[in-house]
């Protein structure tokens, strides 16, 4: 099986090139970088024969869809704005491609294309990261073991040990924080102000209590019509700083987040996009705990029944990365193995907890050391 991880010089696909390196099933995985430099840098890191290394400008669909058809299966990791042209581009190739979601609104576009995909024979699983990606198969998993459903509650929490500014792309943390979050609230889609929903959440140690916010999740999206069963209420909370929030606000007020084209010097340049090159790039290194609590709430046996799901995840000692790093990136890597072996069938544009198979989803979790504890009546593991 050959892979490419495109945008795999990146925080969160330097982990998954070095997990599907790791995996006997696959011969060869292709690093699809802009920045050669940065590719080589990771392809070192990973101590693996089976990695190389390839120029690739996602911006040019023409040029990729010659290089795509080269491989077994895609693997997307590169920033979320570039997720239609690499869809685009997976169809015209009839490649299996799977990725790391993008928010809200691109996940739309990219179901839009659902019957262009199926009518080329092509499976693309979408969102397939810790949230979104693994928070979502829990939710519809969730779903499957009661009659009906109210609510699903998505928290996502992590605790830095070290200081940090982000570990997230810059760019989606301004999406997310500008255009405000949506929720499923009612049966209905509900776009609210960014930073709606404050409140205080409990996670397991050693997260313990953050305060969370609504999010611009891509999950919403789907979810809805995934789970069914007369969901009325879906949403998607993650831990935020009030350095945060008045970050944003600043940079809001400074007229540096618009992306309209203002004159400087005689040139034409968006404060955004400006904004966005001059941003470092995510902290892979920084020591840290993250993880997810998912609440499906609903009826069973004619009785209000609550399944809850916790992972909690700290620092990766032996890639020497985030557990963010690690719980998004990892992921990725197993959904494209699974498309490699044709575990999944289904054609089309499928979001993550509809295309993936949870049992063997779960038991390769579980091999790589994440477990996932199921509450309902009783407690116990599922993975």
């Excluded at 491989?71 to 042209?85: G, Q, S």
Aim: with cysteine.
């Amino acid at each position: 099986m050959k892979v490419i991880v495109l945008g795999g010089g990146g925080a969160m696909g330097m982990v998954t090139v070095r997990d599907l390196a790791e995996s006997p099933a696959v011969s060869e995985v292709v690093i699809g970088e802009a920045d050669l430099k940065q590719a080589e840098k990771v392809a070192k890191w990973t101590k693996s024969e089976k990695v190389s290394v390839c120029k690739v400008d996602i911006t040019d669909i023409g040029s990729l869809i010659n290089i795509l058809p080269d491989n077994d299966v895609i693997a997307n990791a590169a920033p979320y704005h570039l997720n239609l042209n690499v869809t685009e581009a997976a169809i015209a190739a009839q490649r299996p491609l799977t990725d790391l979601g993008g928010v809200y609104y691109m996940t739309l576009r990219q179901l839009e294309l659902n019957k262009q995909a199926y009518d080329a024979g092509v499976t693309i699983v979408l969102g397939c990261g810790v949230a979104p990606g693994i928070a979502d198969v829990l939710a519809k998993y969730g779903a499957n073991m009661l009659d009906s459903v109210n609510e699903v509650h998505i928290h996502y929490g992590e605790k830095n040990l070290d200081p940090v500014k982000y570990k997230w792309s810059f760019r989606t943390v301004l999406e997310e924080y500008t255009k405000g979050p949506v929720i499923y609230l009612n049966g209905e889609f509900k776009q609210l102000q960014p930073f709606s929903g404050k409140h205080v959440f409990k996670f397991p140690a050693p997260i313990g209590e953050r305060s969370c916010c609504y999010a611009l999740y891509s999950g919403i999206a789907s979810l809805p019509k995934s789970i069914g069963k007369g969901v009325r209420v879906i949403d998607c909370a993650m831990s935020c700083s009030d350095e945060d929030e008045q970050r944003i606000h600043v940079l809001n007020e400074m007229g540096l987040t618009r992306i309209e084209p203002i004159k400087v010097k005689g040139l034409e340049i968006s404060p955004r996009d400006f904004l966005l090159s001059c941003a470092p790039p995510p902290d892979v290194y920084v020591k840290d705990a993250a993880g997810v609590v998912v609440e499906v709430i609903g009826e069973k046996d004619g009785n209000k029944t609550k399944q809850t799901y916790n992972l909690t995840y700290e620092f990766h000692e032996n890639y020497g990365v985030s557990a963010l790093a690690y719980l998004t990136g990892m992921p990725l890597s197993i959904v494209a193995q699974m498309l490699g072996k044709s575990e999944i069938s289904e054609k089309g544009i499928l979001p993550s907890e509809k295309g993936i198979r949870f049992d063997s989803f779960f038991d390769e979790l579980a091999k790589r050391g994440v477990r996932i504890l199921e509450t309902s009546q009783m407690s116990h593991s599922i993975s």
